[in-house]
């Protein structure tokens, strides 16, 4: 469709201008957040013409920048871009192989795929947070297209658009399902901290707002890229076979396990242990050796928490059915590790034994095996009395 065809030439380019910016300037991200620095985001804010926030001043970070967080997101999540670590200049992304593919998908397969991520995982990551999202789409199912939407909180929030940080709003811009009217640089409002004026329906969310119209509600609780791709390829009258296997065989990013050992520190208070374990064993398996490192007696829950803000993952016990990523389903290979990176493991929800792991080495030959060793300090007690 020609409508949705201009607004993806329009995407590709400002997703361009993300990656060339992280390409140029060999972008160091932080070593505590794996984020884009402050000043980074700043500069890169610059460049955008879709959706430009209106800061003054570096002092944001990565947070309160939706169109580079969510960029972000989707490079690293897709593995286009992959965190290394670069001896002498700390953490900074590099473009993998699975860019190269991206790059030779048609605009509306990057379009429509980039949709299918935002409206799966990444909104599912902002809706604990986030509660504009549901108003936004009721706003637009009342308006026609060019006209601006109506407040969704029917003034219970004062200046909804402006006095809090909606990425909500940006992702609907992103896509040029709204449009943003700022407000002028010289007009000063301290109630409107964000700068935005009004909000706009296109013509692009007129025709796309159907999305929400024929679904059923429980839809809209069950988001993920699997069941959301062939309803966006629907309304943007992109639905043919040989698209949704290409993209879905994209998403799937299959990654080869049993070609790395990887040596991981693991901390507790003053112990240290390390276990050398093939790339093949699953989180499952590296709990049960953590388990056994500590002489615990592996009889609650847990979970591994592998990143920061809209990044982040937790990988649940198998037990704990109702989350999304389960530990025993996730080879150590598919989680994009590198050498010196830091994740935390959770034992016991009430108790809540925390374990720091780095990985120290990854080694290009394979084991079979594992192994653990005692480097420092004496297990912990995992009671404090005898039951």
Not at 268 to 280: A, N
């Amino acid at each position: 469709m020609e409508l949705f065809q201009n607004a993806a030439e329009k995407l590709k380019k400002e997703y361009q201008v993300f990656l060339d910016h992280l390409d140029l300037n060999e972008v160091q991200l932080s070593e505590r957040t794996e984020h884009i620095g402050k000043k980074d985001c700043f500069a890169l804010n610059s460049q955008f013409n879709i959706v430009c926030e209106k800061y003054l001043t570096s002092g944001r970070t990565q947070d309160y920048y939706t169109v580079i967080d969510f960029f972000y997101f989707f490079s690293v999540r897709t593995d286009i871009l992959q965190i290394v670590k670069v001896k002498g200049k700390g953490l900074t992304v590099q473009k993998s192989q699975r860019y190269y593919v991206f790059s030779q998908m048609s605009v509306m397969e990057q379009y429509i795929f980039m949709m299918a991520v935002w409206l799966g995982e990444y909104q599912h990551v902002l809706n604990d947070r986030h509660l504009l999202y549901r108003g936004l789409l009721a706003s637009m199912k009342e308006a026609k297209a060019g006209a601006s939407l109506s407040d969704p909180y029917e003034g219970r929030v004062t200046a909804p658009w402006g006095s809090y940080y909606f990425p909500e709003i940006r992702l609907f811009a992103l896509f040029q399902l709204i449009t943003i009217e700022w407000l002028e640089e010289t007009i000063e409002d301290k109630e409107n901290k964000f700068r935005i004026k009004e909000l706009y329906l296109t013509s692009e969310g007129y025709f796309w707002r159907k999305l929400y119209e024929k679904q059923k509600k429980p839809f809209w609780y069950i988001l993920d890229v699997d069941s959301i791709l062939p309803v966006i390829m629907e309304i943007t009258e992109e639905a043919t076979d040989d698209m949704e296997m290409k993209l879905m065989h994209f998403w799937a990013n299959p990654v080869e396990a049993g070609l790395h050992t990887i040596m991981l520190k693991v901390v507790v208070g003053s112990c240290i242990r390390r276990i050398k374990i093939g790339d093949q064993f699953t989180l499952d398996d590296l709990h049960y050796l953590i388990q056994e490192s500590v002489a615990f007696d592996m009889d609650h829950l847990y979970f591994f928490q592998i990143g920061s803000g809209t990044s982040m993952k937790r990988y649940f016990a198998p037990e704990c059915e109702d989350e999304p990523w389960a530990a025993d389903t996730i080879p150590l290979a598919e989680l994009s590790l590198y050498e010196g990176m830091r994740f935390e493991y959770l034992f016991d929800f009430g108790d809540k034994w925390r374990f720091q792991i780095t990985v120290e080495q990854i080694l290009p030959e394979h084991t079979q095996e594992w192994e653990i060793s005692r480097v420092k300090g004496e297990a912990p007690e995992q009671y404090e009395y005898d039951w």
